[in-house]
């Protein structure tokens, strides 16, 4: 691995990283209007990079591969919302907008389950990244180097604003600013943690790798539909999430399209 793939694992784990740093910033309420923006606009960000990163590159490799062409997609995708329910009901974590923890039963402090809540978001973005690079790296499935790129970058850009999100409701939740800050590190270090563990996977193992792909979609639209825009929706000024899942798709596709 050169350092321009390395850049690329890193580069949406420093996207939470500064956003995180936020919480030293700005007050200890974030608008409630921008938050609905910022949640609506990551939820673009991934519905975009699960269709144009991962399931089609998924489907044109399943088609060069032959065999049944949407069977790798489909599967694949279905097993990553399935994985990321699982872990839903068993790791013990509580969203910043609930006072109800869910997952296992647990004696854990408010202020790490709210990590380990961002922690499930990061992971499937992580796995994104590491079989896209994947994919650039064997040379010959149809994803560039650029592409990979292009989707660290929209990841990064969605994560800038969710690590404020992180950082601040653990601030209003009691945590000094510069835990708070940690915590939001420590949630990202999952994505690149995740990026390498699917990244090696991917290159044992050639043929999963349109599996793979869709994995990681179904992954990230989990969180998507489970967590995003739910939150983005709820209460009043819901048009507003609904104005950022706009600019975010657009985004996304805008940067997958020319780059990739």
């Given at each position: 691995m050169d350092m321009r793939e390395a850049l690329v694992i890193l580069i949406p784990f420093l996207g939470t990283a500064l956003g995180s740093a936020a919480v030293f910033f700005m007050k200890r309420?974030?608008?409630?209007?921008?938050?609905?923006?910022?949640?609506?606009?990551?939820?673009?960000?991934?519905?975009?990079?699960?269709?144009?990163?991962?399931?089609?590159?998924?489907?044109?490799?399943?088609?060069?591969?032959?065999g049944n062409v949407w069977l790798p997609a489909a599967a694949g995708f279905l097993l990553g919302?399935?994985?990321?329910?699982?872990?839903?009901s068993?790791?013990?974590?509580?969203?910043?907008?609930?006072d109800k923890p869910e997952g296992v039963r647990t004696r854990l402090p408010k202020s790490t389950m709210l990590?380990?809540?961002?922690?499930?978001?990061?992971?499937?973005?992580?796995?994104?990244?590491?079989v896209?690079?994947?994919?650039?790296?064997?040379?010959?499935?149809?994803?560039?180097?650029a592409g990979a790129?292009?989707?660290a970058a929209g990841i990064a850009i969605q994560n800038f604003p969710e690590g404020a999100i992180i950082s601040m409701p653990l601030r209003n939740a009691g945590v000094s600013r510069p835990k708070a800050f940690l915590y939001g590190?420590?949630?990202?270090?999952?994505?690149?943690?995740?990026?390498?563990?699917?990244?090696?996977?991917?290159?044992?193992?050639?043929?999963?790798?349109?599996?793979?792909?869709?994995?990681?979609?179904?992954?990230?639209?989990?969180v998507v539909?489970?967590?995003?825009?739910?939150?983005?929706?709820?209460?009043?000024?819901?048009?507003?999430?609904?104005v950022g899942v706009a600019v975010g798709f657009v985004l996304m596709m805008i940067l997958d399209i020319a780059l990739g």
């Open positions: 309420q974030m608008n409630p209007r921008l938050e609905k923006l910022l949640l609506g606009f990551a939820s673009g960000v991934m519905i975009a990079a699960s269709v144009w990163s991962l399931l089609i590159p998924a489907i044109e490799m399943a088609k060069e591969q032959g919302m399935g994985f990321l329910l699982l872990l839903d068993l790791v013990p974590h509580i969203h910043a907008d609930s990590m380990l809540a961002v922690t499930l978001h990061n992971l499937p973005e992580g796995m994104a990244v590491g896209t690079l994947a994919g650039a790296m064997l040379h010959n499935t149809g994803i560039t180097l790129l292009a989707l590190v420590l949630s990202g270090v999952v994505e690149p943690l995740g990026a390498l563990a699917t990244l090696l996977l991917a290159e044992v193992v050639v043929p999963v790798l349109p599996y793979l792909l869709a994995f990681a979609a179904g992954a990230m639209i989990y539909v489970e967590e995003l825009i739910p939150e983005s929706q709820s209460g009043e000024h819901s048009n507003i999430g609904t």
